[in-house]
């Protein structure tokens, strides 16, 4: 609570600091153009580097001119730290353009040349730029690395703007990684040296990185302020990138609590902005939250446009080529040192060796005279040309390993991106699927109840489908062929055509559900004459008429267990899937007409719970030990069931691999 009150003390305070400090970095970009007029050499090299500091996010094309320019003087005239300081300013261009090829390429050049001048000024400021790096691609343990080794140069020379930059991007890692405290942890140090200070290029990443915690503890309202007042700012700043980042962030809170034409509207003027300033990580970024943003307003069609447009630029950042060449230009870089040292040493035994033998070559020249030492040159000569052909030997066997090494690594970080790839996308599949599952509206109308989803892969092939019509509700359970990806796929097939019978033709007969069902899947799926491979679906359907305590069943394959003063009744599901081939039998459901009392529990279910193996004996849970732990728990509250079931299961499974996934959704009328 103490790092909460610390963030929220002084709002207005730091806002008027930003606005002055901001103010004055006009007056200090004037101010460089007219140095600028008469500048020469070196001079005229370092105001061009930092007029494209001052430009970058306002003007990067005519800030990459000046960077240009500076590396070409500073390269004429023999400057290596304005050279270094130019290569620095154009990794950054191109890390903003999303090039991160040549990002890192200028990256590893102007730490090679900091470090050849001894500048650790310079050498932090290009080790955090490489930090910066690695955060965007993902890889937090890289970026702590670089951010840390920044941090031990940069407390040994104290530099107050250099402190509130890694402060906030470490900050922004454990953000990332989900850790807030240490998060305000850093944010707040930030802060307190940035009051004390008067760096305007820091204000964005401040109000943002508050805002973002707000968010993170769903506190809209806050992360709301602080990303308008993110925005005002950097519109007197001209910061564009600022702002079209500011403006997707305050979409992506209008989406959050529902607003989702507001979303859409700062979304636009966000991708906008950053198509101007040509920042394709930020970009993407934009695309994703309108795909979501258009799909949560059901309009598939856009959504479905700017996923693929997010994709196709996630998949540019994120080539092997960019994971390859960072492995590779860093390891040359960390093996270019060791090659040095090892030389340096080499150098020292190689001399010390030679005093020793020429010590002993003179004791033998005087004592046994010329013969001997004739003898003695032939067998140094031979022993030479043998040490020779060993060391030559050790040094290809040395750079052979070297090599393979390097293939090792690169194949490994292709494979660490395909994985991260894919993962990232069936990650935003499940996040989809569960926009599907209208948990929140079941639990409001049936508080007394549970859902147990134990998904076998990240997405599933079980899920319900609920709504309240009129007086009355419908709550359907659905078991897909297949799990992982391709279940996940036939949960969006299932519950579109439920939409369709259901909302639009207005079924509510739970057999002609399961009869309409049937019939739009395999016309869906082209099942009835043209494919070998049946896909297919299992149902349960109940119709709960709250008003004349009815409760209507009609299951395909899958049963109802109703449970009254004690007594456990099971209705079977007729014997045929949905979408299934049925060779010319005109399918037919039965419905089950249920008059319940208050206080009785119904269960709906798919077959993965009964059919997980379990670790101390290799069979399967079955039906009739399910039942029985139904039975068992009937004195529990219904939360307390959904409890019971999770502990039961676990102790059955133990290490044993999940064999499908598990749905079960009791409920007491």
């Not at 000046?66 to 003087?73: G, I, K």
């Not at 040296?193 to 401040?206: G, R």
């Not at 695309?287 to 447009?309: D, G, I, V």
């Not at 008429?545 to 599901?573: C, M, N, W």
Request: proline share 1%.
């Amino acid at each position: 609570m103490l790092r909460k009150a610390g963030i929220m003390k002084k709002p207005i305070v730091l806002i008027l600091v930003l606005c002055v400090s901001t103010f004055s970095a006009w007056a200090q970009t004037d101010s460089l153009f007219n140095v600028l007029e008469e500048a020469e050499n070196e001079v005229r090299v370092n105001v061009l580097n930092e007029l494209y500091k001052e430009l970058r996010n306002a003007q990067p094309e005519k800030a990459l001119s000046y960077a240009q320019e500076a590396l070409q003087l500073a390269e004429k005239i023999d400057y290596p730290r304005g050279q270094a300081n130019a290569l620095n300013n154009l990794g950054v261009y191109h890390r903003n353009r999303g090039n991160y090829e040549l990002a890192i390429d200028y990256y590893v050049r102007a730490l090679k040349m900091h470090e050849s001048i001894e500048n650790t000024d310079g050498i932090a400021l290009t080790m955090g730029n490489i930090g910066n790096l690695y955060s965007l691609k993902g890889d937090y343990d890289k970026a702590l690395e670089y951010y840390n080794k920044t941090l031990n140069l940069i407390e040994a020379n104290p530099d107050t703007v250099r402190l509130i930059s890694i402060y906030n991007n470490i900050g922004n890692v454990y953000f990332d990684l989900g850790n807030n405290l240490m998060a305000i942890d850093y944010y707040l140090r930030s802060l307190a040296l940035y009051e004390k200070s008067n760096h305007p290029e820091n204000t964005f990443d401040l109000l943002n990185s508050l805002g973002n915690i707000y968010f993170s503890q769903r506190n809209m309202d806050s992360a709301m302020w602080y990303f308008q007042q993110s925005l005002r700012v950097e519109q007197i700043n001209g910061n564009k990138y600022a702002q079209a980042l500011a403006l997707n962030n305050i979409g992506v809170v209008h989406k959050s609590v529902g607003n989702y034409s507001a979303a859409i509207e700062n979304q636009f003027k966000a991708r906008a902005l950053a198509l101007e300033v040509g920042n394709r990580p930020l970009l993407s970024t934009i695309y994703k939250n309108l795909s979501e943003s258009f799909y949560l307003q059901k309009n598939t069609a856009k959504a479905y446009e700017y996923l693929q447009q997010y994709m196709m630029l996630k998949e540019r950042l994120s080539s092997e080529e960019t994971g390859r060449k960072l492995a590779e230009l860093e390891s040359s870089y960390e093996l270019a040192k060791r090659e040095k040292e090892i030389e340096i040493l080499q150098q020292e035994g190689e001399i010390k060796d030679l005093n020793v033998r020429n010590s002993n070559l003179l004791i033998s020249v005087f004592t046994m005279g010329g013969g001997l030492l004739t003898a003695l040159l032939i067998l140094y000569y031979l022993k030479f040309q043998h040490n020779q052909r060993v060391k030559n030997l050790l040094e290809e066997r040395n750079r052979e390993i070297m090599r393979r090494n390097r293939e090792i690594e690169a194949q490994k970080q292709i494979i660490e991106f395909k994985n991260q790839n894919i993962t990232d996308s069936i990650q935003y599949a499940k996040s989809i699927q569960e926009t599907i599952l209208k948990k929140r509206l079941f639990r409001y109308n049936m508080p007394d109840s549970f859902i147990f989803n134990r998904p076998k892969d990240i997405v599933s092939g079980d899920f319900f489908w609920y709504a309240r019509i009129d007086d009355f509700d419908i709550l359907a359970l659905i078991d897909c062929t297949g799990h992982g990806v391709a279940g996940a796929f036939m949960t969006v097939i299932g519950n579109s055509i439920l939409n369709q019978i259901i909302h639009e033709n207005k079924v509510y007969s739970p057999s002609q559900i399961l009869l309409d069902m049937d019939e739009r899947l395999a016309e869906t799926l082209k099942q009835l004459e043209e494919s070998s491979t049946h896909y297919g679906m299992d149902l349960a359907v109940c119709k709960i008429d709250r008003q004349h305590h009815k409760l209507i069943f009609s299951g395909a394959k899958r049963p109802l267990y109703y449970v009254h003063q004690g007594e456990f009744t099971e209705f079977k599901g007729d014997n045929l899937s949905i979408g299934e081939l049925s060779f010319g039998r005109d399918k037919s459901f039965q419905e089950y007409e249920i008059n319940y009392k208050e206080g009785d529990v119904f269960y709906i279910f798919s077959d993965g719970f009964a059919d997980q193996f379990g670790s101390a004996v290799d069979k399967k849970y079955m039906s009739k030990r399910f039942r029985q732990l139904i039975r068992t728990i009937q004195k529990q509250s219904m939360e307390k069931q959904g409890q019971s079931l999770e502990l039961e299961m676990n102790r059955w499974m133990g290490s044993t691999e999940q064999t499908d996934d598990m749905l079960v959704i009791g409920f007491k009328l």
